[in-house]
């Protein structure tokens, strides 16, 4: 069970630990045996992993895998046409290998980004990942079993509509938490021509978004006998939502999905195929609904056309609202028991439609940093995915001390960033901020320098993030601000990181006031209380 690390500031002489890393890949799967760890420091390689020139060790099981993974957070991108090209038609097997945190980058050139082939690959996962600007195809596999892709993305993979995003033919195939946009052909391709017949039984295809593919459509199933296609936004695809047509398929279940915008029809039952059961999906603002040739499907529980009052279409967030006549209206289908966001179905008295559960959010006053203020929650709410300012507008409520409460991260990840926090009165920002202070926080990454206080110095390039080096302590986040004295606010604003990267941004948050000043019976550290005893 040895850990050993490459970097772009190693040596291929060095012993390969943490202080002495491997310069490159390659050097670094020379030592990997079975159990062993592989650490890639942030930077770009211009290498490729491949068993037909390398030796690249396997696992015996899940809990005694190879592993091969970025360190940290740390950004680790193989370039220059780099893939990962598992083939096993051969004699070499490859199995119980998990690849973490790769960024596989064609830059227009490279051929195929991810390739697992013949009968001795199987059980290898790839996760928090990304495979980009192939000329080919971004991820493909045949004639294995049980390859597993969570939450990777593969995106500007191709040249014409038969490049896809993933081309695969694999029993017991998992896609979860994945997304497949603007790629050349199909975002999703579960198709082989010269396979057998149901090579792709036993798969899911899940909690996955399918967008912006520019060929035939989202997504094609095909090859299977019993394929699961639950909990996904299929949208603004040049193309048909979903196709079920070739070589044998036949019991499709097609639940609790979310079509929206599509140039073709939401789904395709092509002739002859029987068996498909097409349950609680919401359909809307596609060219077409269902277009079943075959008439053998089962459908049952659609929301068709009619408008499912989404939390808001035109940003793409495909949540309900309280008024969607999709909440409560599904029926109960025990293969689905979570949504997309990963709730409990069902919330409230039964299954919804679509991809989303609709959460009737109740937020916790709990404070963690400090519970002993009297807090009065103002505002909550999503804020949309993108970099640009945020802004939230409140009636005018006196108050000295602010929480900023972050509840989710925009990818769901443990993190929470900030550029800038600032306040409104009179709708105008807050300035100076010199005499605020952070009061106190949950967590800061003081090893990067993304402190608490870089939320509040008027400098949109620096930023607080919380711990991510050495701890990832999770959600909610907090970060109270004491203003100095009591103004007047109307609202608040909330600026994400602006050096490109996503990591932390906010997407749920809670604000918080307090205009009381240490109340009696509040307990607080000594240190939390000096900058008040001072007063
Ligand atoms: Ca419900
Ligand atoms: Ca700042």
Redesign the pocket.
């Known amino acids: 069970m040895a850990t050993y690390f490459t970097s772009t500031t190693g040596n291929d002489n060095n012993s390969g630990n943490q202080s002495f890393p491997f310069l490159t890949i390659a050097r670094g799967l020379q030592s990997v045996v079975t159990g062993d760890t592989l650490y890639i420091r942030g930077g770009a390689y211009s290498e490729e992993i491949n068993n037909q020139t390398q030796v690249v060790a396997s696992g015996t099981s899940w809990s005694n895998p190879v592993t091969i993974s970025s360190f940290s957070t740390e950004i680790v991108t193989l370039n220059g046409g780099g893939r990962l090209n598992l083939n096993g038609y051969g004699s070499t097997i490859a199995q119980y290998i998990i690849f973490n945190g790769l960024i596989l980058d064609g830059q227009t050139t490279g051929d195929t980004g991810v390739f697992f082939g013949g009968p001795l690959v199987h059980h290898i996962r790839l996760q928090n990942s990304e495979v980009r600007n192939y000329f080919h195809q971004g991820i493909q596999g045949y004639d294995n079993t049980n390859i597993e892709l969570i939450n990777v993305k593969s995106h500007h993979n191709g040249i014409d509509r038969l490049k896809h995003g993933l081309y695969m033919a694999v029993q017991n195939l998992l896609i979860d938490g994945c997304e497949f946009y603007s790629n050349s052909g199909y975002g999703i391709q579960l198709y082989h021509q010269s396979g057998t017949n149901l090579e792709l039984n036993g798969g899911i295809v899940r909690n996955t978004r399918v967008y912006n593919n520019l060929g035939d459509g989202g997504v094609t199933i095909n090859n299977t006998s019993n394929f699961l296609f639950c909990n996904n936004l299929v949208y603004n695809n040049v193309g048909e939502g979903v196709g079920v047509c070739y070589n044998g398929v036949n019991s499709v279940r097609i639940f609790n999905n979310t079509f929206y915008g599509n140039g073709g029809n939401a789904i395709n039952i092509c002739a002859g195929v029987p068996g498909t059961s097409i349950q609680n999906n919401i359909i809307y603002n596609n060219s077409g609904a269902i277009n079943d040739v075959s008439g053998l499907s089962f459908q049952n529980k659609n929301l068709i056309n009619q408008n499912p009052f989404f939390v808001n279409q035109s940003s793409l967030d495909f949540h309900l609202t309280a008024t969607s006549q999709a909440?409560?209206a599904?029926a109960t289908l025990i293969e689905v028991t979570t949504d997309f966001d990963g709730t409990t179905?069902?919330?409230?008295?039964?299954?919804?439609i679509g991809a989303y559960?609709?959460v009737i959010f109740i937020p916790s006053l709990s404070i963690t940093c400090d519970d002993s203020l009297p807090w009065t929650l103002i505002s909550s709410g999503v804020f949309i995915n993108n970099s640009l300012l945020k802004t939230v507008n409140f009636s005018i409520k006196p108050a000295r001390w602010i929480c900023f409460r972050a509840i989710s991260e925009v990818n769901g990840n443990p993190w929470a960033s900030c550029a800038e926090l600032s306040v409104l009165v009179n709708g105008v920002s807050l300035l100076p901020k010199s005499s605020w202070t952070i009061w106190c926080f949950d967590s800061q990454e003081v090893g990067s320098g993304n402190l608490a206080s870089r939320c509040i110095d008027e400098d949109i390039n620096t930023f607080w993030h919380t711990q991510f080096i050495t701890g990832t302590p999770g959600y909610p986040h907090n970060l109270v601000i004491d203003l100095g004295r009591p103004y007047p606010l109307n609202g608040f604003t909330y600026l994400p990181r602006q050096d490109g990267g996503i990591n932390g941004t906010v997407a749920r948050y809670e604000f918080y006031i307090s205009d009381y000043f240490i109340p009696s019976g509040r307990v607080m550290q000594l240190s939390m209380m000096q900058p008040f005893l001072a007063m």
Do not use: L
């Open positions: 909440v409560n599904g179905r069902p919330q409230g008295s039964g299954y919804d559960e609709f």
